[in-house]
């Protein structure tokens, strides 16, 4: 059982050092002071009424809540013994707290209605007084003195009504806190681009401020990265066939790994650009392969796979040494250099305009990796690879035409995407090259892409085969 709880209201609780407490205790000094109170009412009765207010307790005081109080008798009393003046009046009493510089003032004497706005603490200048223990200075604004100063009733509602500064020379509005805005290409044929990123002003993983300049700066990039498209004729035991299958199984690696579609486009540049560099074997064609994309499961996963993974999936071809052995040959031959624009970005880009349409954007991804297979898409720079897998894509399933929003976010009209263009349609037409590829986006995972894909370009051909080949 919890101990009982002592009842504090019974317990008489009383402090005798506490001088404003009236206590019922009787003391020595208080019964003498009532003895001589009694002998000061027979001796001297016209100052009974003196000498009993002066020995009452403390707590029989009485004054009126939130009042004034002071130590000055009211004028309408008695005068004292010597004749002097009255008592002091409230005059009086501001002049006694003159020299502390303090004043009183009664709240009984406030003129302001319950209803009306409260004034505020307004300097000298004109600012805002800051709140007390705020630790903020308010910037004071200067104004020029043109008419008496008057205190506003709410200088913060005049200020909010107030028109924004002008600029006299061009006659435009200077709008505060306004964001920057990069300036745009004026679209073609007088049509209007709505600006896209705007949607995206709140979320601060858009970085909606700098996307323009961002991929301004990738299509500069790619020039750079871009591997040499006649780097086979170099290669002494290579052929693009070859290049072709090992692709080919890395896409089979690529998806037992369920890696990301970023690392598959790197693993594939970083073999182009080590081929345009060095004469490889036929023997350590493979090895290079699985190094490729070991380095670039590195670089864009999260959690990449071991290096005993890629050993195993090599059948053991090659040891752990080797591929750690060959992982720092080819980065010393590309000098460390990994910063390649990915034509997933572009694509992701692209698709923002297209109104992230998912069946658009798979058959986008499709034809995207068919630039890894087929050597030709080498002398393309990504973004323009990315541009024709859009179109292709829209134009199969019946998107509409390519207007000045889509040319504008991707970077590239019509005529500057029929190269790639024709290398797709061309690709598709043909028979099945890469098995491993064909495969993986016939299944419902991808909507059947490669199928739907590869059956819309033989009927293409068919119906336009005569102009298509003229311009092959």
């Not at 750690?324 to 572009?346: G, H, I």
């Not at 993986?440 to 894909?453: E, H, P, R, T």
Request: with cysteine; hydrophobic share 40%.
């Amino acid at each position: 059982m919890p101990p009982a709880v002592r009842n504090l209201r019974q317990r008489a609780v009383t402090n005798e050092n506490d001088e404003n407490v009236a206590t019922t205790r009787l003391t020595r000094a208080k019964s003498a002071a009532m003895d001589s109170v009694v002998d000061v009412k027979k001796t001297q009765a016209l100052n009974s009424k003196k000498s009993s207010s002066a020995l009452a307790p403390a707590a029989q005081t009485k004054r009126v809540a939130l009042g004034d109080r002071s130590n000055v008798i009211k004028a309408e009393g008695a005068a004292t013994k010597e004749n002097k003046k009255p008592a002091a009046t409230k005059s009086a009493v501001a002049k006694a707290a003159h020299p502390t510089k303090v004043t009183k003032a009664s709240q009984t004497k406030t003129t302001r209605s319950v209803l009306a706005p409260k004034e505020k603490n307004i300097n000298s200048s004109g600012s805002k007084r800051s709140a007390p223990g705020s630790g903020i200075a308010v910037p004071t604004k200067k104004h020029k003195a043109t008419a008496p100063a008057t205190v506003k009733e709410d200088p913060e509602e005049e200020e909010e009504n107030i028109e924004p500064p002008t600029n006299a020379k061009e006659n435009k509005t200077v709008v505060k806190n306004e964001p920057a805005v990069v300036a745009e290409p004026e679209p073609q044929e007088g049509e209007e681009v709505p600006d896209l990123d705007k949607e995206d002003i709140d979320d601060p993983l858009m970085v909606s401020e700098y996307v323009g300049e961002i991929f301004e700066y990738l299509k500069e990039l790619e020039i750079s990265t871009m591997a040499n498209p006649e780097y086979m004729e170099n290669q002494s035991e290579l052929e693009w066939k070859m290049r072709g299958i090992l692709v080919d199984w890395l896409l089979e690696v690529h998806t037992r790994f369920r890696l990301l579609p970023e690392t598959l486009f790197l693993a594939v540049n970083i073999i182009d650009r080590f081929l345009s560099a060095k004469v490889v074997q036929l023997d350590r064609l493979q090895l290079v392969g699985v190094t490729a994309m070991f380095i670039a499961s590195k670089y864009e996963e999260v959690l990449s796979p071991h290096v005993q993974n890629f050993r195993h999936v090599a059948d053991d071809g090659f040891t752990e040494e080797e591929i750690l052995s060959a992982e720092r040959f080819v980065l010393a031959s590309l000098n460390y250099d990994l910063s390649y624009p990915n034509p997933m970005n572009f694509l992701r880009r692209i698709s923002k305009a297209d109104n992230y349409d998912i069946q658009t954007r798979t058959l986008g991804k499709y034809l995207l990796e068919i630039g890894c297979l087929d050597h030709r898409f080498i002398a393309h720079p990504p973004s323009q690879v990315a541009a024709a897998a859009m179109y292709l894509s829209r134009m199969v399933l019946d998107r509409g035409p390519w207007d000045a929003t889509l040319t504008h976010y991707a970077g590239y009209t019509d005529e500057e995407i029929q190269p790639v263009l024709e290398l797709m349609i061309d690709y598709l037409s043909g028979p099945v090259q890469h098995e491993a590829f064909f495969k993986k986006y016939a299944s419902k995972k991808f909507m059947k892409a490669s199928i739907v894909l590869r059956s819309w370009c033989k009927k293409y051909v068919a119906q336009y085969g005569n102009a298509y080949q003229e311009k092959a």
